[in-house]
Each structure stands twice: as structure tokens, then as C-alpha cells.
């Protein structure tokens, strides 16, 4: 995401011709935009969305003419019936984009040129990263399981001594302490597959050519949706009475605080999903909008110091990315801490 490369202009012919007409103005005004190098504008804003965005191929980088990416398949159902194909259908030999099959790509979501209805169900780059992220942690946590199992009773070593401490600190510094010591051991698996699930791919979108898994809404939306399912699915009865019914309240008051507690309980997991979202995007923004500064001004006298504020922003994301699971899982292990609290005499 983050190599220079990324940023090649695509070139593009210019009309050697033209022949004046009275009849539109269209021709007019588009040459007016024309470059007199035959070169594209430079377009931060659409870069940077294109890079933060979801789309059917892996792009990793451009030099030159050539494209290093890779083309996913495309499973669409259509009136025609389903359809699965190769990502790189839409693209020709001058990766300019193409029509297939009465499909086109049209701001990265799969349409028909008739109009009629299609049904997107592709290997997406979000999605190619949510499924490598999940063969990591997969792999990750198998060989910890299997190094507990082989070596009980011994000291740690390896990959095991390394994630220890993490998942002992998310065991006891979050699940223990929020959730409570009668209820914190049936949460605590959840509790790691979603601080590590987090993490990781916050690691992932950091790496060039990564995904913006984390930073998509969507993925946000279905953790902060899953957090609010485990929450009020797993309440007790003095959790919902504190919200029907709260005690030592008059009853005239509850017409306004009872609405109130209702629009909390889905304030909490939309909070989880605006955070998330909003600072992992944050993120990438600030570093591709560091390194379009490179190519706005046309120096290369500026590198230098764009290369030092984006190495600098670099090691905060890093620091974000740890932060941002842990407080994502954090706020989750209150939220149902406060749903399973035993009632006090």
C-alpha cells in the first residue's frame, strides 16, 4: 500500500487532431481538460478511496505498465444463472476495464449492463484477507493448544512463551476483572478470538498490499453485531429490570429513562463499530494522504520528509492496532459483564 510504485500514472493517448464544431460544446470543454502530455490527473481523494476500498483482484503494485496483482474469482448469480469467473475478465491486455458476459465493474460492485438484478456473492479482497487471517490464527492457536498439550507441566517455549503473556493478560486483566470470577471462563474464549482476530488483521492492513479489512464497516458492523448478541442474549434478569424497570425509580420517571436504557443497548455495539472503523480508516488515510503529498507538489525534493512522517505514523498504527483490540474487546467484556452481574443484597 505504501510503496511509491503504487502511485505510477496510467498514460493515456492524446488526440493529435481536432475539428472545430458548432453544433456542442462537449468537445470543447472535454479538451479543455486533456493534459498536453497525454498523462491522467493525479487525483488524491480517488486514489485514496481506491486504496481503503474493497475490490475483485489483490493489487499489490504498478510499475510502469505492468500491474503486480493478483485476479480473484467472481461468483455472481444473474438472470442468466450463476457464473463464476476470473476478476481479470474485466480487465484487457492495457488493463483498461472491460465488459463480460453483459457484466461490468462499476465502482467495484459487479452490475449488469441491462440493469437487470445481480447477485454479488465474489471472492473480494476483504474477503481473500478474512480468510488468511483466519488460517493464521488457525495455525497460530493449533500449535499453541498442541505445545500446552505436549509440554504440561513444563516451561513454555516458542511461539507458546510469546502469546502466554497475551492471553493470560486478556484471561485475567479483561474477562476476570469485568466479567466477574463465576462467569469469566465460558466468555474467555470469545473474548480471545475476537482480541486476536482484531489484531491481526489490523497487522495485516498495515503491510504493503494489505487489506482494509478492519477499516471496511461492514466487518465492523458484524463483530459489533456478534458483541450485542453474546451481551443481551446471555442477560439476566436484573439486567433487564435495570433497564425495564429500574429499582428505587418512580414510576412516572421510567416513561422517560426506560427509552433512554432501549436506545443504550444498541448505542453500545454502534459505538464499537464507528471506533473501530473510523480509526483503522483514519489510519491509512493519513499515510496515503503523506505520500500523494509527494507527487501533489511534483518534488522530489520533499521525500525525504514524507518518508520520515510516514515511518513515524507507521509505528503509531502499530501502536493503534494493539490498542484498538484491546479496547474493542475491553468495552465488549463490560458490556457483558454488566448483562450477567449477579444481583446484590
Known amino acids: 500500500m505504501f510503496s ?58 504498478t510499475i510502469g505498465h505492468s500491474h503486480v496483482s493478483i485476479s480473484l474469482p467472481c461468483i455472481v448469480y444473474t438472470k442468466d444463472g450463476l457464473k463464476v469467473f476470473s476478476s481479470s475478465k474485466f480487465k484487457n491486455e ?8 453483459g457484466l461490468k465493474l462499476d465502482h467495484h460492485h459487479i452490475v449488469a449492463e441491462d440493469g437487470s438484478a445481480v447477485y454479488d456473492f465474489s471472492i473480494t479482497k476483504n474477503v481473500a ?16 493448544a498442541k505445545g500446552y498439550k505436549e509440554r504440561e507441566g513444563k516451561a513454555p ?21 469485568n466479567i466477574g470470577e463465576k462467569h469469566y471462563r465460558r466468555f474467555t474464549p470469545y473474548l480471545l478470538t475476537l482480541f486476536f482476530f482484531i489484531w491481526i488483521n489490523n497487522l495485516l492492513g498495515l503491510l504493503p498490499g494489505g487489506a482494509n479489512l478492519t477499516g471496511n464497516i461492514a466487518v465492523t458492523l458484524v463483530l459489533a453485531v ?7 442474549l446471555n442477560g439476566r434478569s436484573t439486567y ?10 418512580p414510576k412516572w420517571l421510567l416513561i422517560l429513562l426506560t427509552p433512554v436504557e432501549v436506545i443504550g443497548l444498541f448505542m453500545k455495539p454502534f459505538s464499537l463499530m464507528v471506533r473501530l472503523f473510523a480509526n483503522i480508516s483514519a489510519g491509512h488515510i493519513i499515510l496515503l494522504s503523506l505520500i500523494s503529498l509527494i507527487f501533489i507538489f511534483e518534488s522530489i525534493a520533499i521525500s525525504p520528509i514524507i518518508v520520515g512522517f510516514s515511518i513515524f505514523m507507521n509505528l503509531i498504527e502499530l501502536l493503534v492496532a494493539l490498542l484498538q483490540a484491546y479496547i474493542f474487546t475491553m468495552l465488549t467484556s463490560t458490556y457483558i459483564g454488566s448483562a450477567v452481574e449477579e444481583h446484590h443484597h
Open 226 to 232: 456478534i458483541a450485542f448478541f453474546v451481551t443481551n
Open 157 to 177: 517455549k516458542g511461539l507458546q512463551s510469546l502469546l502466554e503473556p497475551i492471553i493470560i493478560f486478556v484471561r485475567d486483566e479483561i474477562a476476570k476483572n
Open 4 to 61: 511509491s510504485v503504487t502511485f505510477a500514472q496510467h498514460e493515456h493517448s492524446a488526440d493529435t487532431t481536432a475539428t472545430p464544431t458548432t453544433e456542442t460544446t462537449t468537445e470543447a470543454v472535454e479538451g479543455k481538460h486533456e493534459e498536453s502530455h497525454g498523462e491522467a490527473k493525479f487525483e488524491p481523494g480517488k486514489l485514496i478511496l481506491e486504496h481503503i476500498g474493497d475490490e475483485h483482484e489483490w493489487h499489490f503494485a
Open 240 to 249: 433487564w429490570g435495570h433497564i425495564f424497570a429500574m429499582p428505587g425509580v
Open 129 to 144: 484477507s478474512l480468510l488468511l487471517s483466519a488460517v493464521l490464527l488457525l495455525t497460530i492457536f493449533l500449535s499453541v
Open 94 to 101: 492495457h488493463h483498461e476495464a472491460v465488459s463480460y458476459e
